[in-house]
């Protein structure tokens, strides 16, 4: 099945999730659509053989996150898309398959975590997207998610840590991007995650330390600007 969602539509004041894709289905949402204020997921994708493009939209004030992909979806969220102001966290990502592009996009002012990836879930965060002001960690990665961080990137100002990883078989890698002015810390590693690069960031002006593994470990570090440190 195929859903294409274009432009100006107002999806509002759902007593479950605004929008929800299933198996087997391919949606294109995009161009200006708001998605606002409904009582679960603002989009909710999930299952195997889904694939959801959302693009230039705005996504806020949904009761649960933003936008979730869920038990092995593949989502893209880009061109400018918002989310913010969600009651849990802007986007989130989990199960065994599920992947997530977000691309040029900003994730900003939620009540939760920016971005939450768990359960083996993959995100990549790229081009110049933002995670920002949210009340929480700007990312959080638990339970054997996978987070892959470049170009450009901002996450700051985040109520919590910057980027939190913890558990085993939990991994990221975050290069070429500003993680500043966190009330916590920059990027904060612990309970045997592993940061397989942190290479080329900025790390400065976090409340704590640019990075603190504890109980945790990284692979490759070079080029970062900022206060590390190890504990064991």
């Not at 913890?166 to 045997?192: C, E």
Request: glycine share 10%; with cysteine.
């Amino acid at each position: 099945m195929n859903l294409r969602m274009n432009g100006g539509n107002l999806i509002s004041q759902n007593g479950q999730s605004g929008i929800v894709i299933g198996d087997k289905t391919k949606a294109n949402i995009y161009n200006k659509n708001l998605i606002q204020r409904n009582h679960g997921y603002g989009i909710l994708a999930q299952g195997n053989d889904c694939e959801a493009i959302v693009a230039n939209d705005i996504i806020k004030e949904n009761n649960a996150a933003g936008i979730a992909a869920l038990q092995g979806a593949f989502l893209t969220v880009r061109n400018q898309t918002s989310i913010y102001r969600n009651k849990q966290y802007g986007v989130f990502v989990s199960g065994e398959g599920t992947k997530a592009q977000l691309k040029s996009i900003s994730i900003n002012n939620n009540s939760n975590c920016g971005i939450y990836i768990e359960k083996n879930a993959i995100a990549t965060l790229k081009d110049a997207s933002s995670v920002t002001k949210n009340r929480c960690n700007g990312i959080a990665v638990h339970a054997g998610g996978q987070l892959n961080c470049f170009g450009k990137v901002s996450v700051a100002y985040n109520k919590g840590n910057g980027i939190y990883a913890s558990d085993s078989n939990t991994g990221i890698k975050v290069s070429n991007s500003y993680i500043r002015r966190n009330n916590g810390r920059g990027i904060y590693l612990k309970s045997n995650a592993v940061a397989r690069t942190i290479m080329q960031n900025s790390l400065t002006s976090n409340k704590k330390y640019g990075l603190y593994v504890k109980h945790a470990s990284v692979k490759k570090i070079s080029k970062n600007k900022g206060s590390v440190r190890f504990v064991k």
